[in-house]
Nanobody
Framework: VQLQASGGGLVQAGGSLRLACVVS????????TGWFRQAPGNERSLVAA????????YYADSVKGRFTISRDNAKNTVYLQMNSLKPEDTALYYC???????????????WGQGTQVTVSS
């Protein structure tokens, strides 16, 4: 399984970015996908997750109401729409995969390469 994340960049506080993660390779028939982030000196943490159908989602408290995770299974792509960005959102963002039909917040075992998001104040 391979994951390719894109869409990061430099944006001013209050701005928006949309990350995309394309999943390819020998995937399970159903899988959950998560977006994680890691800032320098911090541990990697889950930002948002979505189940196979897209009907169940999870958001970290710090991003609720600002970020939206979605997926297009026909394109094998998961998105993270990030609005009202804050300087504390600055981090390397990773997408991750695990075989599952239900929503998952742990157990991810395949990772993308990361895309940098930098929010200036």
């Amino acid at each position: 399984v391979q994951l390719q994340a894109s869409g990061g960049g430099l944006v001013q506080a209050g701005g928006s970015l949309r990350l995309a993660c394309v999943v390819s390779g020998r995937t399970a028939s159903t899988y959950a996908t998560g977006w994680f982030r890691q800032a320098p000196g911090n541990e990697r943490s889950l930002v948002a997750a979505i189940n196979w159908s897209g009907r169940s989602t999870y958001y970290a408290d710090s991003v609720k109401g600002r970020f939206t995770i979605s997926r297009d299974n026909a394109k094998n792509t998961v998105y993270l729409q990030m609005n009202s960005l804050k300087p504390e959102d600055t981090a390397l963002y990773y997408c991750a995969y695990r075989a599952s039909v239900t929503l998952a917040t742990t157990g991810y075992n395949y990772w993308g390469q990361g895309t940098q998001v930098t929010v200036s104040s």
